[in-house]
Nanobody
Framework: QVSLVESGGGSVQAGGSLRLSCTASENIVSRYCMGWFRQAPGKEREGVAAIDSDGSTNYADAVKGRFTISKDNSKNTLYLQMNSLKADDSAMYYC????????????????????WGQGTQVTVSS
């Protein structure tokens, strides 16, 4: 059973930066589509960014130009660099992995990724 463990969340003021990490228990980062999702209290889960096995990336409009998704296959680790953070970015952030999706498909509604992490909280104060 694959496990995903997120880290790097915290509290930051608006305009600040954070880098989230997600480490997989198995060598899947190079082979699977990996994504970051977030969910704020009272809101639906939304896709933030995705990167597929060949390195293609996709971003939600709300984070384009501010967030960067990347991965280190040798470390089985996925990253999300978040800059120019806004209060609206406050949420629980989840890492997920799926064997089939492309980065483009990963941010569509109703996606069902195979594996999910437990989440890391990001709080941005204005």
């Amino acid at each position: 059973q694959v496990s995903l463990v997120e880290s790097g969340g915290g509290s930051v003021q608006a305009g600040g930066s954070l880098r989230l990490s997600c480490t997989a228990s198995e060598n899947i980062v190079s082979r699977y589509c990996m994504g970051w999702f977030r969910q704020a209290p009272g809101k639906e889960r939304e896709g933030v960014a995705a990167i597929d096995s060949d390195g293609s990336t996709n971003y939600a409009d709300a984070v384009k130009g501010r967030f960067t998704i990347s991965k280190d296959n040798s470390k089985n680790t996925l990253y999300l660099q978040m800059n120019s953070l806004k209060a609206d970015d406050s949420a629980m952030y989840y890492c997920a992995a799926d064997e089939i999706y492309t980065a483009y498909q990963a941010l569509e509604d109703e996606v069902q990724f195979d594996y999910w992490g437990q989440g890391t909280q990001v709080t941005v104060s204005s």
